[in-house]
T-cell receptor, first 113, second 113 residues
Framework: AQSVAQPEDQVNVAEGNPLTVKCTYS??????LFWYVQYPNRGLQFLLK??????LVKGSYGFEAEFNKSQTSFHLKKPSALVSDSALYFC???????????FGAGTRLFVKA | DTAVSQTPKYLVTQMGNDKSIKCEQN?????MYWYKQDSKKFLKIMFS???????INETVPNRFSPKSPDKAHLNLHINSLELGDSAVYFC????????????FGPGTRLTVL
């Protein structure tokens, strides 16, 4: 069965500092991995995805994520956080042979000025 | 131009009533979804349609019935509303294929009194 874990309910970081939001996953086959962001009272917005190839993927708003197969992780990173990055971040996984995308519980990111 | 739209945005109703939420996407996608987000922000898949065919039907009370009149529309009808149905309901769409990201609507906040 597929599963996604986001071990941190909340991440706090100062503006200008690097940020990392953690995600680990479990699937039976090869994974497709996604990060989404949700701002207050809005729907989720796609940030980036890993399908195959280069383990470092770049996405919207300066975010990137590193796929690590041995650690079954897909952590979201940004070199320099902005206050406007404060939001709820969801990691998601889909088995290549399946129809269903499983979302993590979400991590709330607070960036302090 | 709104890619995925939902109506209404807010829905307040009494227990026992029947209500519907409508969703439309203008992206030309062939797969549409309904998700429920609870008060703790957990996001759970309810239903998915691919080319008007139901492909995901999670463990959801049969008071919930999706209907897809065409590829661009996926509506959700809820009978005999209960307090526990209070949540934010998101519609989403994607192009077919497990490696494609989903596009979410703005959500419908349902409050059952």
């Amino acid at each position: 069965a597929q599963s996604v874990a986001q071990p941190e309910d909340q991440v706090n970081v100062a503006e200008g500092n690097p940020l990392t939001v953690k995600c680990t996953y479990s699937v039976s086959g090869n994974p497709y991995l996604f990060w989404y962001v949700q701002y207050p009272n809005r729907g989720l917005q796609f940030l980036l995805k890993y399908i195959t190839g280069d383990n470092l993927v770049k996405g919207s708003y300066g975010f990137e994520a590193e796929f690590n197969k041995s650690q079954t992780s897909f952590h979201l990173k940004k070199p320099s956080a902005l206050v406007s990055d404060s939001a709820l971040y969801f990691c998601a996984v889909r088995d290549t042979g399946g129809f269903k995308t499983i979302f993590g519980a979400g991590t709330r990111l607070f960036v302090k000025a | 131009d709104t890619a995925v739209s939902q109506t209404p945005k807010y829905l307040v109703t009494q227990m026992g009533n029947d209500k519907s939420i409508k969703c439309e996407q203008n992206l030309g996608h062939d797969t549409m979804y309904w998700y429920k987000q609870d008060s703790k922000k957990f996001l759970k898949i309810m239903f998915s349609y691919n080319n008007k065919e139901l492909i995901i039907n999670e463990t959801v009370p049969n008071r919930f019935s999706p209907k897809s009149p065409d590829k661009a529309h996926l509506n959700l009808h809820i009978n005999s509303l209960e307090l526990g149905d209070s949540a934010v309901y998101f519609c989403a769409s994607s192009q077919g294929g497990a490696d494609n990201e989903q596009f979410f609507g703005p959500g419908t906040r349902l409050t059952v009194l």
